[in-house]
C-alpha cells in the first residue's frame, strides 16, 4: 500500500472519530498533524508554518478585537425594534439585521448578543425566531471575508497553496443574492417551527429540580403521604434516586430512607415549597440558600472548560457560586443525578447564582445569558460608538488596499487595549486557543494530503467519475462532499479535508482552481440540517427546546434554495476557464 493510501486511510479514521464526537477537534487534529511530523510526513519547518499562517493570525485578531464590539448595547436596543408584528415579518427583520451584522462581526458573537433578549421577549415564542437567527448569522457570513471564520480558513489553505489571497467582498457577488433568497425562504416558511415556551415561567418548568435527604432529617422513616410530599404547589414528586436505583413512579407508602435524592418537576421557580421541609437539601445547599439567591439561566458556550465534564468533576458551586438546579438538552430534561451528567456544548442550565456569581472573571468564556443581568458590563454611548467606527474603519481601508486587514487589527486592538475598552485579562481568558490548534493543525494535514499524492489521487477518483459529466458535475461533487462533511462534522474541519480534494480535482480537469475554491467555502457553511455540526445552532438548541427535526424541517428549504443558487452563481461569477 502506498503512502497515497495510507494518509487517505488515515483522513477516513480521523472523520470517524469527529463524527462520533467523544474527542474534541482540536485534540484529534493537533494529534494527526503531530503524528505526520514524526512519521516523517511533515517537516518541523513545515508544521510550525502552518501556525504562522498570515490569515490564521488574522483570523485571530478578528475574534480578539469582536470581544470589544460584541458588548456593544445596539445589537439588543435595535433587535427589540425588530421583533415587532406578525412573527413572519419579525423572523424577516430579524434575519436581515442579524445578517447585515454577521457580515463583519463573527456570527458566534452576534448570536450570542442578540440570544437573551429574544429568548426574553413576549412578542413570539423564542423558537420561532431563534432557529433563523442561527441560520441569518451564518448567512451573513458568507457575503465577505471576514464574516466567518470559515471563509478565514479557506483563505489561509489559499495563501498556503501559492494561490492569490481571497479580498474582502470577493464572496459577495454570491453570498448576497444567495442570503437574501434563504431569508426570504425562511420568512415563507416560519410556520414550520414550533410554537415552545413563550414565557419565562413556561420555559422554567422544563427543568426538573433535585432534592436530598440529609442524614438526621426528621423525614427519615417516614412514608410520602405522611410527609406531605404528594401534593405540593406547583411541583411534582416524579421519582426517587436510592443508592444507584430508581424507584418511579413513587407511591405514597414509600418510605424515605437517608440520602434518597428526590426529583421534582413542575415550576422549578416554586422551590420555596421545599423550605417548610426540614432536613431537604436542593442541591448541595438548603432551601434557604436557593430562596436568597437568583435564578438565572445560561447556555453552555463552545469556549467552555465544562464540556464533557461533569458538575462534579469541576466543583460547579466553588468555581461559579452557584448550584444548578436543572439542566435542559434540546426538549429534554435531563434527570437523575445531575453531578454526574457530562455537559455538552448548547446545553440550558438554571442556576441559583450566589451573591458573588457575577464578580467570577470565567463567566463570558463558559456562559451565554438567556435572562437576568448581564455579565460583562455593556459599553457606554461613546465608547461604542468610538469601537464600532474604528472596526468599519479597518473594514474600509482594507477594502481599499491601503492598509493590509492583519495591520488593521493590529492598530485597531493596540487602541482597544490602550483606552481601557479592552483588558489583557480578557484577551488571556477568551483567546481561541482551540481554534489556533484546529486550524494550525489542519493547515499541517492539509499539506500532507497534498505532498503524500492523497489529493491526486481522489482528484483522480472524481476525474473518472465525473469524466463523462463535464467539470460542472465534478464542482457539484466537490461542493456536496463539503456539505456533507460539515453537516457531520465542523465546518473548519471540512473545509480543511475538502480544500486538497477541490485544488486537486481543479487540477485534474485543467482549469481555474477559483471555482472550486469557492464552492468548498460555501459548502463549509452551508451546515443548515444538523444541530451539532456548527456553534450557533447549538447555542439555540436548548434555548429553544428544538428537536432535531426542527432543524430538518426548517433547514431543508434553506438548504436546498442554498445549494441550488451556489451552484447556479458560482461558474457564472468565477469561471471554470479564463
Given at each position: 500500500?502506498?503512502?497515497?493510501?495510507?494518509?487517505?486511510?488515515?483522513?477516513?479514521?480521523?472523520?470517524?472519530?469527529?463524527?462520533?464526537?467523544?474527542?474534541?477537534?482540536?485534540?484529534?487534529?493537533?494529534?494527526?498533524?503531530?503524528?505526520?511530523?514524526?512519521?516523517?510526513?511533515?517537516?518541523?519547518?513545515?508544521?510550525?508554518?502552518?501556525?504562522?499562517?498570515?490569515?490564521?493570525?488574522?483570523?485571530?485578531?478578528?475574534?480578539?478585537?469582536?470581544?470589544?464590539?460584541?458588548?456593544?448595547?445596539?445589537?439588543?436596543?435595535?433587535?427589540?425594534?425588530?421583533?415587532?408584528?406578525?412573527?413572519?415579518?419579525?423572523?424577516?427583520?430579524?434575519?436581515?439585521?442579524?445578517?447585515?451584522?454577521?457580515?463583519?462581526?463573527?456570527?458566534?458573537?452576534?448570536?450570542?448578543?442578540?440570544?437573551?433578549?429574544?429568548?426574553?421577549?413576549?412578542?413570539?415564542?423564542?423558537?420561532?425566531?431563534?432557529?433563523?437567527?442561527?441560520?441569518?448569522?451564518?448567512?451573513?457570513?458568507?457575503?465577505?471575508?471576514?464574516?466567518?471564520?470559515?471563509?478565514?480558513?479557506?483563505?489561509?489553505?489559499?495563501?498556503?497553496?501559492?494561490?492569490?489571497?481571497?479580498?474582502?467582498?470577493?464572496?459577495?457577488?454570491?453570498?448576497?443574492?444567495?442570503?437574501?433568497?434563504?431569508?426570504?425562504?425562511?420568512?415563507?416558511?416560519?410556520?414550520?417551527?414550533?410554537?415552545?415556551?413563550?414565557?419565562?415561567?413556561?420555559?422554567?418548568?422544563?427543568?426538573?429540580?433535585?432534592?436530598?435527604?440529609?442524614?438526621?432529617?426528621?423525614?427519615?422513616?417516614?412514608?410520602?403521604?405522611t410527609n406531605r410530599l404528594r401534593n405540593l404547589e406547583g411541583l411534582f414528586l416524579l421519582?426517587?434516586?436510592?443508592?444507584?436505583?430508581?424507584?418511579?413512579?413513587?407511591?405514597?407508602?414509600?418510605?424515605?430512607?437517608?440520602?434518597?435524592?428526590?426529583?421534582?418537576?413542575?415550576?422549578?421557580?416554586?422551590?420555596?415549597?421545599?423550605?417548610?421541609?426540614?432536613?431537604?437539601?436542593?442541591?448541595?445547599?438548603?432551601?434557604?440558600?436557593?430562596?436568597?439567591?437568583?435564578?438565572?439561566?445560561?447556555?453552555?458556550?463552545?469556549?467552555?472548560?465544562?464540556?464533557?465534564?461533569?458538575?462534579?468533576?469541576?466543583?460547579?458551586?466553588?468555581?461559579?457560586?452557584?448550584?444548578?438546579?436543572?439542566?435542559?438538552?434540546?426538549?429534554?430534561?435531563?434527570?437523575?443525578?445531575l453531578g454526574r451528567i457530562p455537559l455538552r456544548v448548547g446545553d440550558s442550565l438554571l442556576?441559583?447564582?450566589?451573591?458573588?456569581?457575577?464578580?467570577?472573571?470565567?463567566?463570558?468564556?463558559?456562559?451565554?445569558?438567556?435572562?437576568?443581568?448581564?455579565?460583562?458590563?455593556?459599553?457606554?454611548?461613546?465608547?461604542?460608538?468610538?469601537?464600532?467606527?474604528?472596526?468599519?474603519?479597518?473594514?474600509?481601508?482594507?477594502?481599499?488596499?491601503?492598509?493590509?486587514?492583519?495591520?488593521?487589527?493590529?492598530?485597531?486592538?493596540?487602541?482597544?487595549?490602550?483606552?481601557?475598552?479592552?483588558?489583557?485579562?480578557?484577551?488571556?481568558?477568551?483567546?481561541?486557543?482551540?481554534?489556533?490548534?484546529?486550524?494550525?493543525?489542519?493547515?499541517?494535514?492539509?499539506?500532507?494530503?497534498?505532498?503524500?499524492?492523497?489529493?491526486?489521487?481522489?482528484?483522480?477518483?472524481?476525474?473518472?467519475?465525473?469524466?463523462?459529466?463535464?467539470?460542472?458535475?465534478?464542482?457539484?461533487?466537490?461542493?456536496?462532499?463539503?456539505?456533507?462533511?460539515?453537516?457531520?462534522?465542523?465546518?473548519?474541519?471540512?473545509?480543511?479535508?475538502?480544500?486538497?480534494?477541490?485544488?486537486?480535482?481543479?487540477?485534474?480537469?485543467?482549469?481555474?482552481?477559483?471555482?472550486?475554491?469557492?464552492?468548498?467555502?460555501?459548502?463549509?457553511?452551508?451546515?443548515?440540517?444538523?444541530?451539532?455540526?456548527?456553534?450557533?445552532?447549538?447555542?439555540?438548541?436548548?434555548?429553544?427546546?428544538?428537536?432535531?427535526?426542527?432543524?430538518?424541517?426548517?433547514?431543508?428549504?434553506?438548504?436546498?434554495?442554498?445549494?441550488?443558487?451556489?451552484?447556479l452563481l458560482v461558474p457564472l461569477v468565477f469561471p471554470l476557464h479564463r
Amino acid at each position: 500500500m502506498t503512502t497515497a493510501h495510507l494518509v487517505l486511510a488515515s483522513i477516513a479514521l480521523l472523520l470517524a472519530l469527529l463524527a462520533h464526537g467523544r474527542v474534541g477537534p482540536a485534540v484529534l487534529f493537533a494529534a494527526w498533524a503531530g503524528g505526520y511530523h514524526l512519521l516523517g510526513l511533515a517537516s518541523q519547518q513545515e508544521l510550525l508554518a502552518s501556525f504562522s499562517n498570515p490569515a490564521l493570525a488574522t483570523l485571530i485578531l478578528l475574534l480578539l478585537v469582536s470581544l470589544a464590539l460584541e458588548r456593544s448595547p445596539l445589537l439588543d436596543h435595535l433587535s427589540e425594534l425588530l421583533l415587532k408584528g406578525r412573527v413572519g415579518l419579525a423572523t424577516l427583520r430579524l434575519s436581515v439585521f442579524a445578517c447585515l451584522i454577521s457580515a463583519f462581526m463573527n456570527n458566534t458573537a452576534v448570536v450570542g448578543a442578540l440570544l437573551g433578549t429574544v429568548t426574553s421577549q413576549r412578542r413570539h415564542p423564542a423558537s420561532k425566531l431563534l432557529i433563523p437567527l442561527s441560520y441569518a448569522s451564518i448567512l451573513g457570513g458568507i457575503t465577505t471575508l471576514v464574516g466567518t471564520s470559515t471563509n478565514l480558513v479557506v483563505n489561509s489553505f489559499v495563501i498556503d497553496a501559492g494561490l492569490p489571497p481571497l479580498q474582502m467582498f470577493q464572496f459577495a457577488w454570491v453570498g448576497i443574492p444567495v442570503a437574501l433568497a434563504c431569508i426570504g425562504v425562511m420568512a415563507l416558511s416560519s410556520r414550520l417551527l414550533p410554537a415552545n415556551a413563550s414565557s419565562e415561567a413556561e420555559a422554567r418548568s422544563t427543568y426538573f429540580l433535585e432534592a436530598r435527604v440529609a442524614a438526621g432529617s426528621p423525614m427519615i422513616g417516614r412514608s410520602i403521604e405522611t410527609n406531605r410530599l404528594r401534593n405540593l404547589e406547583g411541583l411534582f414528586l416524579l421519582e426517587i434516586e436510592r443508592e444507584g436505583r430508581l424507584i418511579s413512579p413513587v407511591g405514597p407508602a414509600e418510605i424515605l430512607h437517608t440520602g434518597d435524592v428526590l426529583v421534582f418537576t413542575g415550576e422549578v421557580a416554586r422551590v420555596q415549597t421545599l423550605q417548610r421541609f426540614p432536613g431537604l437539601e436542593v442541591f448541595g445547599a438548603g432551601a434557604d440558600a436557593l430562596l436568597k439567591s437568583n435564578l438565572v439561566e445560561v447556555v453552555l458556550a463552545s469556549s467552555s472548560d465544562l464540556a464533557n465534564r461533569t458538575l462534579r468533576e469541576v466543583d460547579f458551586r466553588t468555581m461559579f457560586d452557584a448550584g444548578v438546579v436543572g439542566i435542559r438538552r434540546g426538549d429534554r430534561r435531563l434527570t437523575g443525578q445531575l453531578g454526574r451528567i457530562p455537559l455538552r456544548v448548547g446545553d440550558s442550565l438554571l442556576l441559583a447564582a450566589g451573591p458573588d456569581f457575577l464578580q467570577h472573571r470565567n463567566l463570558d468564556r463558559n456562559f451565554h445569558i438567556l435572562n437576568g443581568s448581564g455579565l460583562r458590563p455593556k459599553l457606554g454611548r461613546m465608547q461604542s460608538v468610538a469601537a464600532l467606527s474604528g472596526f468599519a474603519l479597518v473594514i474600509l481601508v482594507a477594502a481599499l488596499g491601503w492598509l493590509p486587514l492583519f495591520g488593521g487589527l493590529l492598530v485597531l486592538l493596540a487602541a482597544l487595549l490602550g483606552s481601557g475598552l479592552l483588558t489583557l485579562g480578557e484577551l488571556r481568558r477568551r483567546f481561541p486557543f482551540e481554534l489556533l490548534v484546529v486550524i494550525g493543525s489542519a493547515l499541517a494535514i492539509a499539506g500532507v494530503v497534498e505532498r503524500s499524492g492523497a489529493a491526486e489521487l481522489v482528484a483522480g477518483w472524481m476525474r473518472a467519475i465525473f469524466d463523462g459529466h463535464g467539470v460542472h458535475a465534478a464542482l457539484a461533487g466537490v461542493y456536496l462532499i463539503t456539505l456533507t462533511l460539515t453537516e457531520v462534522i465542523t465546518n473548519t474541519a471540512a473545509a480543511a479535508l475538502a480544500f486538497p480534494i477541490a485544488l486537486g480535482t481543479a487540477r485534474a480537469f485543467g482549469v481555474d482552481p477559483m471555482p472550486f475554491v469557492m464552492v468548498v467555502a460555501y459548502g463549509a457553511s452551508a451546515g443548515f440540517l444538523i444541530p451539532f455540526g456548527y456553534q450557533t445552532h447549538l447555542m439555540v438548541y436548548s434555548a429553544g427546546r428544538y428537536r432535531m427535526r426542527d432543524f430538518l424541517r426548517a433547514g431543508l428549504p434553506v438548504s436546498l434554495t442554498y445549494s441550488a443558487l451556489v451552484l447556479l452563481l458560482v461558474p457564472l461569477v468565477f469561471p471554470l476557464h479564463r
